[in-house]
T-cell receptor, first 111, second 112 residues
Framework: RKEVEQDPGPFNVPEGATVAFNCTYS??????FFWYRQDCRKEPKLLMS???SGNEDGRFTAQLNRASQYISLLIRDSKLSDSATYLC????????????FGSGTRLSIRP | NAGVTQTPKFQVLKTGQSMTLQCAQD?????MYWYRQDPGMGLRLIYY???????DKGEVPNGYNVSRLNKREFSLRLESAAPSQTSVYFC???????????FGDGTRLSIL
């Protein structure tokens, strides 16, 4: 089983739709969680950190479910500019090296 | 706001040539990382440096060496380039273990 698993997609949704991604992780000791977006042939960019209480940033909401070991990302009112690959990242606190990137979920927003 | 700076941005090498990819960060981060990303694939960790003076192997270290020159700089060297090392190379840094990484904009390397 991979340490971090994501549905690779692609998700193809119309502009204005709500879309949700899940990401599961296997290490129950994991402490830090992040969502990144990566545009084609560009560097990954931090979208948001994921906190235990859940957090929201505009149209984006991230949730953490420790009991079931998954994090989620919800995008409301999707825009054409949201088209990208979304990477789930898990980091156990104890190790500076142990940063696990999911392979990413591709999202395509159509007009 | 420079953040993480990688040089060069593009490079073409012939098989067997050597080259050093440079990375510098101005955020006073402790940890630095080198990744490669092949077309359509995820990031793979080559080497990392948890703090100044230390380096460790990641998932795919063969064919590479690194130097953490000081807190700001972390270089990646290909001693004898091979076509299989054609990839996009990303450098990243972060302040500490529970913090997100910040990435440079990558070096696109082609080996003929």
């Amino acid at each position: 089983r991979k340490e971090v698993e994501q549905d690779p997609g692609p998700f193809n949704v119309p502009e204005g739709a709500t879309v949700a991604f899940n990401c599961t992780y296997s290490n129950s000791a994991s402490q830090s969680f992040f969502w990144y977006r990566q545009d084609c042939r560009k560097e990954p960019k931090l979208l948001m950190s994921v906190y235990s209480s859940g957090n929201e940033d505009g149209r984006f909401t991230a949730q953490l479910n420790r009991a079931s070991q998954y994090i989620s990302l919800l995008i409301r009112d999707s825009k054409l500019s949201d088209s990208a690959t979304y990477l789930c990242v898990v980091s156990p606190y104890s190790s500076a090296s142990k940063i696990i990137f999911g392979s990413g979920t591709r999202l395509s927003i159509r007009p | 706001n420079a953040g993480v700076t990688q040089t060069p941005k593009f490079q073409v090498l012939k098989t067997g040539q050597s080259m050093t990819l440079q990375c510098a960060q101005d955020m006073n981060h402790n940890s630095m990382y080198w990744y490669r990303q092949d077309p359509g694939m995820g990031l793979r960790l080559i080497y990392y440096s948890a703090s100044e003076g230390t380096t460790d192997k990641g998932e795919v270290p063969n064919g590479y060496n690194v130097s953490r020159l000081n807190k700001r700089e972390f270089s990646l060297r290909l001693e004898s380039a091979a076509p299989s090392q054609t990839s996009v190379y990303f450098c990243a840094s972060r302040p500490g273990p529970d913090q997100p990484q910040h990435f440079g904009d990558g070096t696109r390397l082609s080996i003929l």
